[in-house]
Nanobody, 127 residues
Framework: QVHLGESGGGWVQAGGSLRLSCAAS????????MGWFRQAAGKEREFVAV????????VYADAVKGRFTISRDSAKNTVTLQMNSLKPEDTAVYYC????????????????????WGQGTQLTVSS
């Protein structure tokens, strides 16, 4: 059974940095897609960033482009989201998502395309 384990959330002041990690167990995503969505209080879940393995590379939401960097460790079945220059509007619960499919670009932002989800980790950015 696939399990996505998230770590690294917490509290940080605006302008600071944090790193989120997601480790997958019970399955391999070496040909799939793995990344992050977030949901702020009272808002819908939104796409943040994903990594499409097997040559697809990283895809970012416009809101985080230039500030967040997603990377992956194939051997450890892990993706990491380095978040810099954090803003209060980045405050949300961040969810790791994964699918064994290498999603086409037009689908990476669609949460319905992902088969597995983590439990979520809270990020709070204070002004």
């Amino acid at each position: 059974q696939v399990h996505l384990g998230e770590s690294g959330g917490g509290w940080v002041q605006a302008g600071g940095s944090l790193r989120l990690s997601c480790a997958a167990s019970g399955g391999t995503f070496s040909s799939g897609t793995m990344g992050w969505f977030r949901q702020a209080a009272g808002k819908e879940r939104e796409f943040v960033a994903v990594f499409r393995w097997s040559g697809g590379g990283a895809v970012y939401a416009d809101a985080v482009k230039g500030r967040f960097t997603i990377s992956r460790d194939s051997a450890k079945n892990t993706v990491t989201l380095q978040m810099n220059s954090l803003k209060p509007e980045d405050t949300a619960v961040y969810y790791c998502a994964a699918t064994t499919s290498r999603l086409i670009l037009s689908r990476v932002r669609d949460g319905e395309a992902y088969d597995y989800w983590g439990q979520g980790t809270q990020l709070t950015v204070s002004s």
